[in-house]
């Protein structure tokens, strides 16, 4: 049975940082795509970051680019997402996601076809 947890969230002020991490069970953890996806309340789900078949590929939504950096460890099964320069706009739940044999293009992010998910940790982030 596949199971992603994940930790990290919390409350920060604007400029600040958080590390999001997502322990994976039961999953070949190099195979397909993970991810991390964002809902806002009010909003859709839309792509954060992710990365593919042992780190060859990644993807940032152009709201997160040269903010967040999706990072996986094979060895600990956890992939991770460092954001820095948060803005009250990356307030949302963030859900890690794993198992995507397709990555698509949306305007300005991405979305893909994710099988697993993780409940989703919440980040605040005030001004």
């Known amino acids: 049975q596949v199971q992603l947890v994940e930790s990290g969230g919390g409350s920060v002020q604007t400029g600040g940082s958080l590390i999001l991490s997502c322990a994976a069970s039961g999953y070949n953890f190099s195979s397909n795509c993970m991810g991390w996806l964002r809902q806002g309340s009010g909003k859709e789900r839309e792509g954060g970051a992710a990365?593919?078949?042992?780190?060859?590929?990644?993807y940032y939504a152009d709201s997160v680019k040269g903010r967040f950096t999706v990072s996986q460890d094979n060895a600990k099964n956890t992939l991770y997402l460092q954001m820095n320069s948060l803005k009250p706009e990356d307030t949302a739940m963030y859900y890690c996601?794993?198992?995507?044999?397709?990555?698509?293009?949306?305007?300005?992010?991405?979305?893909?076809?994710?099988?697993?998910w993780g409940q989703g940790t919440q980040v605040t982030v005030s001004s």
């Open positions: 996601a794993a198992e995507a044999s397709r990555i698509w293009f949306t305007s300005g992010g991405w979305l893909g076809d994710f099988g697993y």
């Open positions: 990365i593919c078949t042992g780190a060859d590929s990644s």
